[in-house]
């Protein structure tokens, strides 16, 4: 028996249409390529959004068809969230820190009709045009003061575009579980994967999100996403502050410690979301300057795991709270996130910190589970580690177009690459990433775990441990670490900084000092890089015999033993 | 085109399976009928929902059939809300402090296939069963130490139906648009119609009464719903929780002002929700006895109107933060919650007290408009009041068995029968009932405004404002009024409170003191009892004449005349 109660669908133009109707003068203030600081509201930010619809639909862009941007976070990028996916078209963000060779693909596979570019990618969209030849234009996000010289066929400017609407447009209904937005994911093999979210995956996210234990945003809240639009739709901020009618703050292309604290302390920020490299900066700036955050209060980082000491030094320096998040493209992406429960008051602060350092327990709408590698589901103990598959509302069944195949696991289950541990309370650790796992012994050991106790040594700035073959133990881990500016910090000292701070069999084979460690287009670490680079690495003479790793290994604890 | 992402139908179980998972050992504490506390985790709440799921299989409780329970907050009866909806079939919440009457008629119209009842209600059920023959068997909550001795046809005892089941239950897949819950709201003419809620409509109605602005709950949090769970559902309070992974404390039927303030402080209560009637007696027993909240900070009062003393004696002398909520059991019922938003903390708080004294501005899902008596929209300018029209994902399309016809009006809107403003900033002020809306001289005049202006008088406990038939006028208002134990207060001292408290035209023409007024059967003020206990009403010969009511209309400003 059907409930007699409303269908209306969840939909992305519901969020820009209740931002207008219920926050109407609520800002949306953007940094521009152009230079200055650009503020608007939500009710202009609409209107635009409905003018540059109707030139979609006058360009003749259909249901389901694909337009690319290439933007920073700015409101122009915000307009085409709405209007693409409000005419039921699919806004394809493109990340253009990828290779040239990546983002043709990517045009191409996803068919692009028009892509949106931001100045800053002018030279970028100038060699990619000639090998994306169904572009039907490219549309430079600026006016016609600063249309860019370029030599590019079926050059357009955005206000131009807008200039010749009116916003007389109704947004379409539209079936809750069509395609609004598709973000490509660089695998480790293989080609980029298109991401398709749904509306209806794309309002429960953005609603789950808002909720205490998530982001905690409301009508009084000023959001800043340092994460890009480019990426996994900003975790979703761009919807989630239309939700709840908060400020929004969109830093444009410049993400270096001074800028971001002066957009944070002019436009009183009180809640951000980014990845750990981008906090690096800014601490560095603020300790240079003998800075403090007068607003700022609450942040969540993901995309990779937040080192211990920055949480730390977040939370007791600056007086930041924050949740560690995780998730993955595919995830929408956030999955889980790391705020206490209420049983945690009693415990001590240390616990409570170890807590807080986790990835945090699934939101309501998110399921997960471990297996062992034959599939076999694992218990939730906090001690024993296994892949990580997760079912959600927002979680994807497939990449576009069928590329990779059935990608699900049984039952339905998405495999997300990660290896974790889970605890009773359902918290996540993530220990690995499934092919950075370092195989020792018929065990593994968590290259994360010992990357965050080298980087918690004062003088180590950034570090990465990879598993290297070794002819008696499968793999041993290489750790490969930056030092500081005049540090004489050597091997032994450093592999001495792991004693008592990890089981004795954990501890790195070798160091090496590197004077940068490289990142991938997304900012991550890519030990892909750092594999290919050390493969030849020999492991040292003095490295420990067997019978002494042999006696290091009767440390382990018994649960970890195969 | 269809996007690639998990489709999860929005159900019932979910919440229970979530807060089992994730939040298994949080607390479920609940004050009995038969005397002591009892607490027990979601894990087993959820173990003894999955058993007594079983047992209505086996009474072949088929999909969408309907279950009665007449029922406190209770664990029971929270069980009941998930097994009921897990196995796809309707848990009809029926208010005991209807007439019989009515009982009999909403048992058989909904045609409840079992009703479980609390021992509080045994010679209720009594009464009512020679009139409900299609009831198969009437379950009492209890255990069989404590089985009523009852004259009852089919008379089961809870635990009796628990302990011959296991807990070995998965619950089915179910489609998110079927009904879940029925409640009947007793009309103001004809017989209680059904509202028969959705799976899809509660979880979302859950999940974002969760958000910061609404009820703003999270693990941390302990929730005590003081609205009953045969009342709307308790304000979705018993989803939410779960949802949450909050502590749910539910008090039982002792709901006097001492015995919450004890569950309250016993239990670490943060957060709640009730009518104003229940914050009365809470105030004056923390009052008398000079007592404080330790743990207690937030509360939604709706279901009427909080009045504005209320409002600030709980803010100010409590340091609770209230917020009022609106809507109706046909909007699942919170449609509206008055939380500030940022702009607000610039203006006087005088003005952030008569924002808050609002009903609230929409939640996300919910849409509102405002229009005149012949259905024309109205300018949200916060002082045109019109029938008040909603629309959004928990507002019913109508009635259960078609009850009432085709209620909505053009466009999909839901005419709730209430009268208000809605400001620019969207926050509504309810005004008056359509039907208490006092019509003078072809204007509106709200009683629910004058309400308030008598209660803020010292040695008013209550008061009620009726519209009743005047020669010249249509109509005039009549106070009637309750006054503190030992007050000689009389009606031109009254009458003289409204002077530059309202527009001299909408003063009341007369006051009658009574010792207590009537109340319906939900807990609020019944207007219908009053407008036929004062049908011949004479006002005083000392009335205004017509010239002075015609001079006081002067005053009345130019956006309120016909």
Redesign the interface.
């Known amino acids: ?8 669908p ?1 939909s992305v133009p ?2 820009i249409r ?1 931002a207008d ?3 109407g ?2 800002e949306v203030v953007s940094r521009t390529i152009e230079g200055p600081i650009h503020r608007y509201t939500y009710r202009e930010a609409h209107r635009r959004a409905r003018r540059l619809a109707r030139a979609l639909l006058r360009r003749k862009v259909g ?2 068809e694909r337009i690319g941007t290439l933007a920073w976070n700015g409101y122009r990028h915000f307009e085409l969230y709405y209007s693409v996916s409000g005419i039921g078209a ?1 806004v394809h963000t493109i990340n253009p820190r990828l290779f040239a060779d990546q983002l043709a693909y990517i045009v191409n596979h996803a068919d692009d009709q028009l892509v949106f570019f931001d100045l800053s990618f002018t030279t970028l969209v100038e060699k990619l045009a000639p090998r994306c030849p169904g572009v039907a234009a490219w549309v430079a996000m600026t006016d016609a003061a600063h249309r860019p010289a370029a030599t590019l066929p079926n050059l357009v400017c955005y206000e131009d575009l807008l200039a010749a609407e009116d916003d007389d447009y109704e947004w379409p209904d539209l079936d809750e ?4 937005a598709l973000c490509y994911t660089s695998g480790t093999t293989g080609n980029p994967r298109g ?7 794309t309002v429960l996210h953005a ?2 999100t ?4 998530v982001l ?7 959001v800043l996403p340092i994460v890009p639009m480019f990426h996994v739709n900003a975790w979703g901020l761009p919807y989630a502050a239309p ?3 908060a ?1 929004l703050v969109l830093p444009g292309a410049a993400l270096d410690g001074k800028s971001l604290y002066a957009l944070f302390e002019d436009e009183g920020v009180t809640h951000s979301a980014g990845v750990p490299t981008v906090w690096l900066g800014m601490i560095d700036y603020l300790k240079a300057n003998g800075l403090r955050f007068s607003t700022f209060r609450e942040t969540i980082i993901g995309g990779s795991a937040c080192p211990p000491a920055m949480m730390r030094t977040l939370r007791e320096d600056f007086g930041v709270d924050v949740k560690h998040g995780w998730g993955m493209t595919e995830t ?1 992406p956030i999955a889980t996130a790391g ?5 945690h ?1 009693k415990v001590a602060e240390v616990d409570r910190t170890a807590i807080r350092e986790k990835q945090g ?2 939101l ?2 998110v ?1 997960m589970k471990i297996v062992d590698a034959d599939g076999r589901e694992l218990p939730h103990d906090g001690t024993r580690p296994g892949n990580v598959l997760v ?10 177009r069928g590329e990779g195949g059935d990608v699900l696991a049984s039952g ?1 289950w ?1 495999p997300t690459g990660d290896v974790g541990t889970v605890d ?3 918290y996540l650790q993530i220990t690995d990433r499934s092919k950075d796992v370092i195989k020792s012994g018929g065990e593994w050991i968590s290259s994360i775990e010992l990357e965050n106790i080298a980087f918690s040594h004062p003088e180590v700035t950034e570090a990465a441990v990879i598993g290297l073959p070794h002819p008696k133990w499968d793999e041993r881990p290489l750790l490969i670490a930056v030092r500081k500016a005049g540090s004489t910090l050597d091997r032994n000292a450093l592999l001495a900084w792991f004693d008592g701070r990890t089981a004795r069999w954990w501890i790195p084979d070798d160091v090496v000092f590197v004077d940068e460690l490289p990142h991938t287009a997304t900012g991550k670490l890519s030990k892909r890089t750092l594999r290919e680079r050390f493969r030849d690495h020999r492991w040292p003479a003095s490295t420990r015999t067997a019978e002494e790793a042999a006696d290091a290994r009767a440390d382990q604890p018994r649960d970890m033993r195969a």
């Open positions: 028996m059907d409930g007699l109660m409303m269908r209306i969840l519901e969020l209740h109707r219920c926050h003068d609520t249901r389901g699919v579980t069509s395609a609004c991401v398709l979210y749904s509306h209806r995956s609603l789950t808002c909720l205490p234990d905690n945003l409301g009508a009084q809240s000023v939700l709840v009618g400020k929408s705020v206490l429960k209420r049983k008051a327990r699934p309501f709408g399921e079912r959600g509302s927002w979680v994807a069944t497939g990449y576009f339905g998405f009773p309370d359902q």
